[in-house]
């Protein structure tokens, strides 16, 4: 089995969230408080990373403590970010913090005066020696007080619970080391070590009949293939070898790109799809589906790739767990993810993580956070996916590999969504 190193990351995780406001407080006209009557927000930061927006519920109970398994905001570190954060910064801010500002969540108008948000107080950790050390560690649990009623004189008013973690989340990078229509090889990244892992193989030709794939497979390999691609995109696949030349996953379209009624690009009515499979351990030459990519085009100022990706059940079912959808600016491109932590924040649903790639006995939601990244370039630029994948989630080569064949299909799918009416450069195989 080829040996896989990873490289050092932390989670810093920020969840239990509450806010507890004193009854003399809530009984205060004069204080505006009124505010409290719907949920507060708050605003995450940390030094180098963008700002995290995220709401607390009230606790009105004094006995109620929020849920400690809760996760509201997550930020993943690689060993230079610790190290950047652990250096003093400028004179008027030596120190680098954990911030968290809260807000009353009350926004619109009165009387038809526009009404601004109050901040009603702020909690500070300062990032210290023991981001570095690479261990479990939890720094802070509880409630603290963040601010004071002013109104009553000075006694203490809101009160925030929250639980500040720290945990090792060891990665897995990989780079494709050229375009994935050229059948780049695919090498894992460890400092400056490059160490090869797989093969890409890109093909958009009839497979033949001796091709497990062939079952699935749809494509046409026809003189006028080009032609056709310029009215619809279709027969693309990417296999994965492992370096034996064994093929250990595959991507291949089973719903060809088309433009919709009416325009010329892929729009959300009638996507493309990709069906990612991988090897059948009991029956040889056999392949099982693992997951769907959809990918349309989203027109607006700067367009955008939307990709939406579903875990499927080895079930007779056919049950379809969503796991991600992302959009990626179609200009500059950009990074898809699954990220249980963040899709749940942001959709309107849980979503469940797979305990590795290959595992699909539990579809209903179980601890998660981050599972993979992938980041891509935009159309017409030379695209190396770049691809992280959470160590707890690979148990073998084999499920890394499926995770390449999806950065394969997310990648591809920029291409596969530009618009139709664009002319093809001669001599150029790629431009569609």
């Given amino acids: 089995m ?20 004193p009854g003399s407080a809530l009984k205060s006209s004069k204080t505006g408080i009124r505010a409290f009557s719907s949920p507060c927000s708050c605003e995450i930061r940390l030094r180098g990373f963008p700002v995290q927006t995220t709401s607390i519920p009230l606790v009105s109970s004094p006995e109620a403590t929020p849920d400690i ?26 120190h680098a913090y ?67 973690q720290l945990d090792p989340d060891p990665r897995y990078v990989f780079q494709f080391e050229d375009v994935t229509m050229l059948s780049p090889q695919i090498v894992q990244l460890r400092g400056s070590i490059k160490q090869p892992i797989f093969s890409c193989e890109f093909s958009r030709d009839r497979v033949a009949k001796v091709d497990p794939l062939g079952t699935y497979w749809t494509g046409s390999a026809d003189s006028s293939e080009i032609e056709t691609e310029r009215r619809e995109r279709k027969g693309w696949k990417v296999k994965i070898h ?25 729009a959300k009515s009638n996507p493309g799809a990709w069906l990612i499979v991988r090897p059948d351990i009991c029956r040889p030459e056999s392949w099982l589906p693992w997951g769907k990519l959809e ?28 796991m991600s959808e992302i959009l990626i600016s179609a200009e500059k491109g950009g990074e898809f993810f699954i ?27 179980i601890a998660g956070g981050f599972v993979m990244s992938c980041r891509v370039q935009g159309e017409g630029k030379s695209s190396k996916p770049l691809v992280q994948l959470a160590m707890r989630h690979v148990t073998c080569v084999e499920d890394a590999a499926i995770f390449m064949a999806l950065a394969a299909a997310v990648d591809l799918s920029i291409e596969a969504c530009k618009p139709f009416r664009r ?10």
């Fill in 423 to 432: 002319k093809i450069r001669i001599g150029s195989r790629h431009s569609l």
């Fill in 69 to 94: 398994h809760s996760i509201a905001s997550s930020f993943y570190l690689e060993d230079s970010d610790v190290k950047a954060l652990l250096t003093p910064g400028c004179f008027y801010n030596p």
């Fill in 295 to 322: 990918a349309w085009r989203e027109r607006g100022i700067r367009d955008s790739i939307c990709c939406r990706f579903h875990l499927l059940s080895e079930a007779q079912d056919g049950a379809e767990v969503l």
């Fill in 2 to 21: 080829t040996k896989m190193d990873p490289q050092a990351f932390i989670r810093l995780s920020i969840g239990s969230l509450g806010l507890r406001i």
């Fill in 339 to 365: 990220d249980t932590d963040r899709q749940m924040r942001q959709g309107p649903t849980p979503i469940p993580s797979p305990q590795s790639s290959g595992d699909f006995s539990a579809l209903s939601p």
């Fill in 98 to 164: 954990l911030e968290i500002a809260v807000f009353t969540g009350w926004k619109g108008s009165h009387c038809g005066v526009g009404v601004k948000r109050q901040q009603i107080g702020t909690f500070k950790l300062e990032v210290g020696p023991e981001w570095g050390q690479g261990k479990p560690v939890i720094l802070f649990n509880g409630w603290i007080g963040i601010g004071k009623n002013k109104h009553e004189g000075g006694k203490p008013g809101a009160e925030l619970h929250l639980r500040v």
């Fill in 242 to 266: 492992d370096l034996s030349g064994s093929a250990v996953a595959a991507a291949f379209i089973t719903t060809p790109f088309v433009p919709s009624t009416g325009c010329d690009w892929v």
